[in-house]
T-cell receptor
Framework: GQQVMQIPQYQHVQEGEDFTTYCNSS?????IQWYKQRPGGHPVFLIQ?????EVKKQKRLTFQFGEAKKNSSLHITATQTTDVGTYFC???????????FGKGTKLSVIP | DTAVSQTPKYLVTQMGNDKSIKCEQN?????MYWYKQDSKKFLKIMFS???????INETVPNRFSPKSPDKAHLNLHINSLELGDSAVYFC?????????????FGSGTRLTVV
């Protein structure tokens, strides 16, 4: 079956440094979504990527979908303490109602 | 406020009890879901439901049952609670069966079985 690996599991950065998390799939994905969960909070939808090679930006966040649609990344430029949380990628199979989530990358930002 | 709301926020109960968690969404979404998040933060789909179809993740014990009185509600009933059921349970909803507009999550119910 489809497997998506999300790496790294944890990342500690100094405030102002950049951060990247990756999702890598063994098979082609129809789409991929990214979510952020603050400590003690609930997952919040950030973005969806659908097209091969797609790049989308939200302020300091840059999302990419690979040309082969097998991998995706979320990059944060100049992290701030408000970026702390766990970032999840998620995908659905063709015709499926259900999103499967990666295991997440927990980001800590040292002020 | 438009949102996905679930109650209670915290639930502490003894092994063997039966409990329910309620979820309501006023976003007009047509599909609702239950997810379980364990202590390692892994989010696992339990159920998805729209007004036509219930999909149950095959790994969910049959002690768990979703109940949907209408399109805006999807409650979770759990029989004979076990220690391993302790987790945070999230309700979510989406517009469209494939969730391409993203899921909206409730704030979660932290279930502790003692």
């Amino acid at each position: 079956g489809q497997q998506v690996m999300q790496i790294p599991q944890y990342q500690h950065v100094q405030e102002g440094e950049d951060f990247t998390t990756y999702c890598n799939s063994s098979t082609t994905l129809s789409n991929i979504q990214w979510y952020k969960q603050r400590p003690g909070g609930h997952p919040v939808f950030l973005i969806q990527l659908v097209k091969s090679g797609e790049v989308k930006k939200q302020k300091r966040l840059t999302f990419q979908f690979g040309e082969a649609k097998k991998n995706s990344s979320l990059h944060i430029t100049a992290t701030q303490t408000t970026d702390v949380g766990t970032y999840f990628c998620a995908y659905s199979g063709a015709g499926s109602y259900q999103l499967t989530f990666g295991k997440g990358t927990k980001l800590s930002v040292i002020p | 406020d438009t949102a996905v709301s679930q109650t209670p926020k915290y639930l502490v109960t003894q092994m063997g009890n039966d409990k329910s968690i309620k979820c309501e969404q006023n976003l007009g979404h047509d599909t609702m879901y239950w997810y379980k998040q364990d202590s390692k933060k892994f989010l696992k789909i339990m159920f998805s439901y729209n007004n036509k179809e219930l999909i149950i993740n095959e790994t969910v014990p049959n002690r768990f049952s979703p109940k949907s009185p209408d399109k805006a509600h999807l409650n979770l009933h759990i029989n004979s609670l076990e220690l391993g059921d302790s987790a945070v349970y999230f309700c979510a909803s989406s517009q469209g069966g494939d969730g391409i507009y993203g899921y909206t999550f409730g704030s979660g119910t932290r279930l502790t079985v003692v």
